[in-house]
Structure formats: structure tokens, C-alpha cells
């Protein structure tokens, strides 16, 4: 018999056993009522997720009774999501590249078109022999991390204006190994984090900054809007000052050759490439995201 599932997202400790597929439907159940579209598999994720078993070690394990302990954790997370929270909060852990990273409310959600950003980077790295990169607005420190873990030997820094979005990349370098003695982390809003003798030196800058519009907030997913940070999300007025910040600055900061990568809204890029070769930057390209929207403006020094 399928258990039923708790109010709040308790399992009583005397219940009767409950198969894991039992479990599996009813947490499925909840979520597709919540109005979740992939209710299936977020259900078997979070039962992945509870007893740190494979896709394959939870498939043999269907009809094997759930521990109160895990079952516990499965329903609190169906909980959390059926209120609407996006599963990558829920599930604490989301993958970037080869990395499995710490995400919370603190840090905006690492995305598909944030990977092709990185390999841009990874790419422009290799082709200056890069010693030195930044990311600016670092977040979960998911760009950072990676560029650390691909490019042996590169020295990377991280910088935020946020102290709980560092938090949350201290946690994910903690886990890097080795690789985690080439890696800074600085407090402070885009370069004024950075050591003044970095100026000049540092190969290639990649960031994905606030591009987001006021009045563009509303029009947002409420899975976005309700939930990612704010202060991740909305530049300004026009949505571009953080852009033209950062994309006038990063010259001096820059090594020659060098590189700046930025992510940005496809109705943006145009006026971000005029800017870079206004700040400058010897050539400015635009590059399109896996849906082949104009996702990036990469500018070479």
C-alpha cells in the first residue's frame, strides 16, 4: 500500500515500511497536482538525492522498503517544491561542466548558457596561454571553479559584492581539492575587489553580471523572480549599467592580448559590442547561447 503523504513533510517513526516505488508514485503524485511538469523524474531525483544512491542503485532498489530517515527527506523536498521553490534550491546540489556545486537562495542558479560562457572562456584561455583570469560576480562560483579545474595552472580570482553569494563559493572551493590553493576570493562590486597590482596583468575576464531591467522583473518566471537573488538579477534602470560598467573598466585591468566575456540578454548584445569598441577593445563579436539567441559578447584586446 502507497503511504500517504505527510502534511509538513514528516513520516511518522512507527509508519508501516513503504517501498521506495510507492514512495516514488506518491511524491510524483504531489508534484504533478503542484503543477511540476517533470514530476516523474524530480521525484526520483530527490530520492537520489536523499540516499546519495545511482540511478541505477535506486532502480534496483524499488520494491526494497524506505528508511524513515530518507523517506523523511524525500517528502521535505517534495514539499518545497510543490510550494514552487526551483528544484536546484531544493536539491542543494546542481551540476556545472565536471563540477556538482552547493546552491542555495543566495546565489543565482547556475545555467546551460552560463556552460557555453565557460567553454569561451576555457577557449580564450588556451588560445592566450592564459596565466591569470577573473570572474566577476563569481555568485556560486561556478565559473570560476570551472576554469580552475580545466585549465591546470591558471591563477583565478573570484570577486562579489555579496558576502553570502561568497559564502556559498567558499563552500563549493572547499571541495575542490588541490585545485582550490589557485583560487581567490574578494569582496567588492566588479574590479575595486581586485588587488591594484593585478592591473594590466590579467588575461582574460569573464563574468554574468545583472542584466536584468526594474521593469523587466515582472515579466520574469516566477521561479526566477520569487526566488534568485535580486541583487543577481536586475542591474538598473536599463539593465545595462552593470554592463557598461565593467565593459569600460576592464581595459586597464586587462593583460595585451586579452579577453572580456560577457553574458547578457540577446536584445543587449548589440549595444554591449558598441560599447566595447568604444571603451577600447580592438575587436567585439557576439556569439549565440545553445537556443542560438545572442547570448555573449566576447571583446579582445
Same mark, same amino acid.
Given at each position: 500500500?502507497? #503511504?500517504?503523504?505527510?502534511?509538513d513533510?514528516?513520516?511518522?517513526?512507527?509508519?508501516?515500511?513503504?517501498?521506495?516505488r510507492?514512495?516514488?508514485a506518491?511524491?510524483?503524485g504531489?508534484?504533478?497536482?503542484?503543477? $511540476?511538469?517533470?514530476?516523474?523524474?524530480?521525484?526520483?531525483?530527490?530520492?537520489?538525492?536523499?540516499?546519495?544512491?545511482t540511478?541505477?542503485?535506486v532502480?534496483?532498489?524499488?520494491?526494497?522498503?524506505?528508511?524513515?530517515?530518507?523517506?523523511?527527506?524525500v517528502?521535505?523536498m517534495?514539499a /518545497? /517544491?510543490?510550494g514552487?521553490?526551483p528544484?536546484?534550491?531544493v536539491?542543494?546540489?546542481?551540476?556545472f561542466?565536471?563540477?556538482?556545486?552547493?546552491?542555495?537562495?543566495?546565489?543565482?542558479?547556475p545555467r546551460?548558457?552560463t556552460?557555453v560562457?565557460?567553454?569561451m572562456?576555457?577557449?580564450?584561455? /588556451?588560445?592566450?596561454?592564459a596565466r591569470?583570469? $577573473?570572474?566577476l560576480?563569481?555568485?556560486?562560483?561556478?565559473?570560476?571553479?570551472?576554469?580552475?579545474?580545466?585549465?591546470?595552472?591558471?591563477?583565478?580570482?573570484?570577486?562579489?559584492?555579496?558576502d553570502?553569494a561568497?559564502?556559498?563559493?567558499?563552500?563549493?572551493?572547499?571541495?575542490?581539492?588541490?585545485a582550490?590553493?589557485? $583560487?581567490r576570493l574578494?569582496?567588492?562590486?566588479?574590479f #575595486?575587489?581586485?588587488?591594484?597590482?593585478?592591473?594590466?596583468?590579467?588575461?582574460v575576464?569573464?563574468?554574468?553580471?545583472?542584466? $536584468?531591467a526594474?521593469?523587466?522583473?515582472?515579466?520574469?518566471?516566477?521561479?526566477?523572480?520569487?526566488?534568485?537573488?535580486r541583487l543577481?538579477?536586475?542591474?538598473?534602470?536599463?539593465?545595462?549599467?552593470?554592463?557598461e560598467?565593467?565593459?569600460?573598466?576592464?581595459?586597464?585591468?586587462?593583460?595585451r592580448?586579452g579577453a572580456?566575456?560577457?553574458?547578457?540578454?540577446?536584445?543587449?548584445?548589440?549595444?554591449?559590442r558598441?560599447?566595447?569598441?568604444?571603451a577600447?577593445?580592438?575587436s567585439?563579436?557576439?556569439?549565440?547561447?545553445?537556443?542560438? /539567441?545572442d547570448r555573449i559578447?566576447?571583446?579582445r584586446v
Amino acid at each position: 500500500m502507497a #503511504a500517504a503523504l505527510p502534511g509538513d513533510a514528516d513520516v511518522a517513526p512507527d509508519a508501516p515500511p513503504v517501498p521506495w516505488r510507492a514512495l516514488l508514485a506518491d511524491v510524483a503524485g504531489r508534484l504533478s497536482a503542484a503543477g $511540476v511538469e517533470n514530476a516523474a523524474q524530480e521525484a526520483r531525483w530527490m530520492v537520489e538525492r536523499a540516499t546519495g544512491r545511482t540511478p541505477a542503485e535506486v532502480a534496483a532498489a524499488l520494491d526494497e522498503p524506505a528508511t524513515v530517515r530518507a523517506a523523511t527527506h524525500v517528502h521535505a523536498m517534495a514539499a /518545497r /517544491r510543490a510550494g514552487g521553490e526551483p528544484l536546484q534550491y531544493v536539491m542543494e546540489r546542481w551540476a556545472f561542466r565536471t563540477l556538482d556545486l552547493y546552491v542555495d537562495r543566495r546565489v543565482l542558479i547556475p545555467r546551460p548558457e552560463t556552460e557555453v560562457l565557460a567553454q569561451m572562456a576555457l577557449d580564450e584561455c /588556451r588560445r592566450l596561454d592564459a596565466r591569470v583570469a $577573473v570572474d566577476l560576480g563569481t555568485g556560486s562560483g561556478a565559473l570560476a571553479l570551472a576554469m580552475t579545474v580545466e585549465r591546470p595552472g591558471l591563477e583565478v580570482w573570484g570577486t562579489d559584492v555579496s558576502d553570502d553569494a561568497l559564502a556559498v563559493a567558499r563552500a563549493n572551493l572547499a571541495g575542490l581539492g588541490r585545485a582550490a590553493a589557485r $583560487v581567490r576570493l574578494a569582496a567588492g562590486g566588479w574590479f #575595486a575587489a581586485l588587488p591594484a597590482d593585478l592591473a594590466g596583468r590579467v588575461d582574460v575576464i569573464v563574468t554574468n553580471p545583472p542584466y $536584468v531591467a526594474d521593469d523587466e522583473m515582472a515579466e520574469l518566471p516566477a521561479e526566477v523572480r520569487d526566488w534568485e537573488p535580486r541583487l543577481a538579477l536586475c542591474s538598473g534602470p536599463s539593465g545595462l549599467e552593470d554592463i557598461e560598467r565593467i565593459v569600460a573598466e576592464a581595459p586597464r585591468w586587462l593583460a595585451r592580448p586579452g579577453a572580456l566575456l560577457v553574458e547578457l540578454a540577446p536584445h543587449q548584445a548589440a549595444r554591449a559590442r558598441a560599447l566595447a569598441l568604444r571603451a577600447g577593445f580592438t575587436s567585439a563579436s557576439v556569439w549565440p547561447d545553445l537556443a542560438g /539567441r545572442d547570448r555573449i559578447v566576447l571583446a579582445r584586446v
